[in-house]
């Protein structure tokens, strides 16, 4: 059915991990009947496993509601689903810059978080009209009025504009369908100029090449026209095109503000890059849309596969996987401990968790990650540009290097105020500065830091969580790169550097870290006929050394009886062993070593 | 290569029979008082060794029917005993287990019937190991009678404190006891097995047990590191392996011991028993195993020099130097084939039988020569095989050539021996 321009609505509904998006959007579905209740799964909108599984969204989605209002007419509610983890403020901002308006779902137990309040600046940024919600309020602890303060003293949002919903039990839902409808403005654009969408999400169908998820800005789009993707320059006629009811449902005409999709036979998802505007060929506006930001890759980290044999499947897997998930880079790497594997940036460290389980699930693959470093500017005594690093082992040696500099992020953590303490402990120990802090209500505060990425990639959040009883949440965002006292910290094993276990270190921390990292080497070193020394490092300057002892007995004792076949496969099994060890100079390491060292965390 | 058990598949024994008739012959007896929780050798204990309900009597009988249906195999394939192509067997032994526990006129009845239907010959090596405890020992005159020459004595350790670490029953006295009663009666050849490495050991615990064994003035030695191994994990425990299952109670134990092991402490164990058993007048022929001049276990060097040999019993080996085959394990299935309940003809008990290739062979031959004293003549250099390593281990001082031009392992390169086998497998 085709709805006036007027009586569109495009939101997003932005939410805190748990706070219930899903659930919600789930009883939004229901009550406009986009889903028989009969086949309704809990989070449809969560598609992937492993989005159920964490609970977090992780792709965008969208979905078209029809809705009739209060007035008897039939509304058109887009929405546009976002991921709720800080990682994903990128695809976040996708959403919402698609949209007029944001439904902003706060549990009223736990109050608002850290995300919650980076998701609503950004959505404020632009200019999108908030629908603040009290989520969860058949809760026991619900505590609606304290919660209301927090939106008062943070956010600025007046208490009347607040509506209260259990979107468990339904409650509220109807009231908020309303809502949408009164609150929210229509999207603008004129259906007769030239034709302009913004492509914002994209996936690869085998059946229809590469279907990308647009927001129409201005003009129209017919069936079988043909468009031009203006930055990639790629043309093509339409297949298909259509909504999201969440499945896709082919209409003949999208017009200026409508959010749809359209199936454009291109076989390569680089051709529809999010981002890139989508006009007509044969007319073309003049200029595309802004468009978006690339994505920055902020975490390093080599994946590797266990077994080298695998590298070839990995090398498809990781082409594939980028087709759907573009937010990620990689290029190919070899180490002497790991093998072939690739360089991947990635947008934070659950970023690099969720491409590494993927690729673990859907591929049928074992892979072992390096440890995530984040990317180094280093300025080099003979000048020239600053280049950049995001593998320690391709540091320049310490004679080249002027100054390193490492990226900071201002780290915003919301907790309740029993625990001011221990994160000030926490954050000064990582380097971090304490920037200011602000009351939420009389026992919630925001608290700031500044503090160098490379010290909340190794293990912050955790901490974050174990110290304040899980109840401290976080966001964070970039504030440039700083001079830092820095240095690569290398393990040798019999005088050869490990380049897998090499790591961008500060100098204070290095010697602890080194005699840790040699200690534990030591453990997982198999004895080998001769010693074998091993040695933290600092350019030529050891910090840290252990030994490994020369094997004194390998030998089968008891080889009477007669039993000598079990023997044999006793003795085949230690060769077998010895042929997947990964040699580093005349020193054989079982790959299970690097393992080790490198899924334990240090700290 | 696993094949069908070949009770099912040929029950003649005809199958895979190849190129020579045995000089030797082993028996499984797997009978003990009580099973040692690191003992991975195929053994029943308890209630089906002694008392009103125990089987020997009936495995006894069907050891019997073994022997007769594997002569019967032999007479068909080469003839009867004492011709060139089918020699008198040069050695027996009867290991375990403890065949000690069977009553002498068992043992004199099977030794009987070994004699008539594969012939002894002569000065032929017959061994029978023994357990030292005062009721499991056996009486040494009647064993002697009964046509043993050799005793091989489980004595483990002379050390009260590590024999109850072991869960041995036994007492040092009583390994002194069973080797006099030995040497009363005359036997030719007597053997102690001790156990180092063993948790709670020290080099002075292991120098002290060595020297009351010298002070026993024994033939033969036989050393062997405490090895924990888990048999169910190397999948030889299944209803066809040669293994039993290992209890709960002996994984615990073994658990627990092997953080009482230590790899120094038994390198150094091993020389110091190498360097007093040379002062002692014993020479090592093998990596675990010491004799005085003419006391060598002929037996035990003919499956080193990869010699053929017929076996009897629940997890036997046998080898004929084409093929090498073993009886699976479990007690039941071994009686219930060779002595049907329903009156049927015996068959031979479930196994499994593996071909050894001929580079298998060269490597497993060239591996068995070095455990030993005789070593690898020089020519073993020029073979594609196994050069490179050779040369690599007289490189890395785990070889050396003797005086007699032949290619021996060094004291180190016994204990680090796996490193040059691995290399050859």
């Known amino acids: 059915m085709t709805i006036p321009q007027a009586r569109l609505r495009n939101f997003s509904i932005i939410a805190h991990i748990d706070h219930g998006k899903s659930t919600l959007a789930d009883r939004l579905l229901e009550l406009t009947h986009a889903i028989d209740p009969r086949q309704m799964t809990s989070q449809v909108l969560d598609s992937m496993d492993l989005e159920r599984e964490k609970g977090i969204t992780i792709k965008a989605r969208a979905v078209r509601l029809e809705h009739t209002a209060n007035d008897g007419l039939v509304y058109g509610l887009n929405l546009i689903d976002t991921p709720g983890h800080v990682d994903f403020a990128y695809e976040v901002s996708h959403s919402l810059q698609a949209c007029e308006g944001a439904i902003l779902v706060v549990d009223a137990a736990q109050g608002i978080e850290a995300q919650t309040l980076a998701n609503v600046h950004l959505a404020l940024r632009e200019g999108l009209t908030i629908i603040p919600v009290l989520n969860k309020i058949d809760l026991p602890s619900a505590q609606p009025d304290v919660v209301m303060d927090e939106l008062e003293n943070a956010l600025a949002i007046p208490r009347e504009e607040v509506l209260l919903v259990s979107a468990k039990e339904g409650t509220g839902v109807p009231a908020l369908l309303q809502a949408i409808v009164d609150r929210i403005p229509p999207p603008k654009g004129d259906p007769k100029a030239p034709l302009q969408a913004l492509v914002f999400d994209s996936h690869y169908d085998q059946y229809k090449g590469v279907v990308v998820y647009i927001r129409l800005a201005a003009g129209t789009l017919h069936d079988h026209d043909r468009v031009r993707l203006m930055a990639s320059g790629a043309e093509a006629e339409l297949i298909e095109m259509g909504y999201f009811r969440p499945a896709l449902v082919p209409v003949p005409l999208l017009t200026a503000g409508e959010v749809g999709y359209v199936a454009t036979g291109l076989k390569n998802v680089r051709e529809a890059q999010v981002g890139d505007t989508i006009t007509s060929a044969d007319a073309p506006a003049g200029a595309p849309l802004p468009g978006y930001q690339e994505a920055k890759s902020l975490v390093f980290a080599g994946i590797y596969p266990v077994s080298g044999e695998d590298y070839p499947l990995l090398r498809d897997a990781i082409e594939k996987l980028h087709l759907n998930d573009a937010s990620f880079t990689f290029e190919p790497e070899s180490s002497v401990a790991l093998g072939f594997g690739f360089r991947c940036g990635f947008l934070g460290l659950l970023h690099m968790e969720i491409v590494q389980e993927r690729l673990e699930r859907e591929f049928s693959l074992d892979l072992i990650a390096s440890a995530p470093s984040v990317e180094y500017e280093v300025l080099r005594i003979n000048g020239g540009a600053p280049i950049r690093v995001d593998n320690p082992s391709k540091l320049p040696s310490i004679g080249e290097i002027e100054e390193i500099r490492e990226p900071w992020v201002q780290l915003s953590v919301v907790t309740p105020s029993s625990y001011i303490g221990a994160l000030m402990e926490l954050s000064t120990n990582r380097r971090g500065s304490f920037v200011g802090l602000e009351y939420l209500d009389p026992t919630r505060v925001l608290m700031k830091f500044e503090l160098p990425l490379a010290e909340l990639i190794v293990d912050y959040y955790d901490q974050l969580k174990t110290r304040t009883a899980g109840y401290a949440s976080m966001d964070y965002e970039e504030i440039g790169y700083r001079a830092a006292n820095l240095v690569r910290l290398d393990v040798l094993v019999a005088g050869e550097p490990v380049d897998a276990l090499s790591m961008i270190v500060h100098r204070d921390n290095a010697t602890k870290l080194g005699r840790t990292l040699v200690g534990r080497l030591r453990q997982l070193i198999p004895r080998q006929m001769f010693e074998v020394p091993i040695q933290a490092a600092i350019g030529s300057n050891v910090i840290a050394r252990e030994t490994v002892r020369a094997m004194s007995k390998n030998v089968l004792a008891k080889c009477y009886g007669g039993d000598i076949t079990r023997k044999r496969k006793l003795l085949e099994k230690q060769k077998e062993g010895k042929r997947r060890m990964k040699r580093v100079g005349s020193v054989e390491i079982p790959q299970e070593a690097f393992l080790a060292m490198l899924r334990t965390d240090e700290s | ?425």
């Open chain 2, 1 to 425: 290569m696993s094949l069908p058990p070949d009770g099912e598949a040929a029950p003649t024994g005809d199958l895979g029979w190849g190129a020579v008739a045995p000089v030797g012959l082993y028996l499984h007896i797997p009978f003990c008082v009580s099973h040692c929780p690191y003992c991975d050798f195929v053994v029943v204990a308890g209630r089906e060794a002694r008392g009103p309900a125990n089987r020997i009597a009936s495995f006894v009988r069907a050891l019997e029917q073994e022997l007769d249906l594997r002569a019967d195999a032999l007479d068909r394939h080469w003839g009867p005993p004492g011709t060139a192509a089918r020699p008198l067997l040069d050695t027996v032994y009867l290991g375990g287990g403890t065949p000690s526990l069977l009553p002498t006129n068992s043992i004199a009845r099977l030794l009987a019937l070994v004699r008539s239907r594969f012939g002894v010959a002569d000065g032929a090596e017959v061994t029978l190991e023994v357990n030292p405890g005062a009721d499991e020992r056996g009486d040494a005159g009647a064993i002697r009678a009964a046509g043993v020459t050799r005793l091989s004595i489980g004595a483990q350790s002379l050390d009260p404190k590590e024999l109850r670490t072991l869960g041995r029953r036994h007492s040092p006295d009583d390994v002194a006891e069973t080797v006099r009663a030995a040497r009363a009666s005359g036997l030719a050849s007597v053997s102690l097995d001790l156990l180092y490495d063993i948790p709670g050991a020290t080099l002075e615990s292991w120098a002290a047990t060595l020297d009351t064994a010298l002070a026993l003035v024994p033939d033969h030695l036989s050393l062997y590191a405490l090895t924990l191994d888990d048999p169910d994990a190397e999948g030889i425990t299944g209803p066809g392996g040669d293994h039993l299952p290992v209890s709960a109670g002996a994984r615990r134990w073994r658990d627990q011991a092997r953080r009482g092991q230590d790899d120094d402490r038994a390198a150094a164990m091993y020389e110091l028993a190498d360097r007093r058993l040379a002062a002692a007048g014993f020479a090592w022929y093998e990596i675990s195993n010491w004799a005085r001049p003419g006391h060598r276990s002929r037996h035990n060097l003919a499956y080193w020099e990869g010699r053929a040999w017929e076996a009897a019993g629940p997890g036997a080996h046998a080898f004929d130097g084409r093929t090498r085959r073993w009886n699976a394990a479990r007690l039941d299935g071994y009686i219930a084939a060779l002595t049907p309940s329903d009156g049927s003809a015996p068959r031979l008990p479930p196994g499994l039988q593996e071909p050894v290739t001929a580079s298998g062979r060269e490597a497993e031959s060239a591996i068995l020569a070095l455990r030993t004293s005789m070593g690898l003549p020089p020519s073993a250099l020029d073979r594609p095989a196994l050069g490179p390593t050779l040369t690599w281990a007289l490189e890395a001082g785990l070889l050396e050539p003797t005086r007699d031009d032949r290619l021996v392992l060094t004291l180190a390169g016994r204990l680090l021996s796996n490193e040059v086998f691995v290399r050859l497998v």
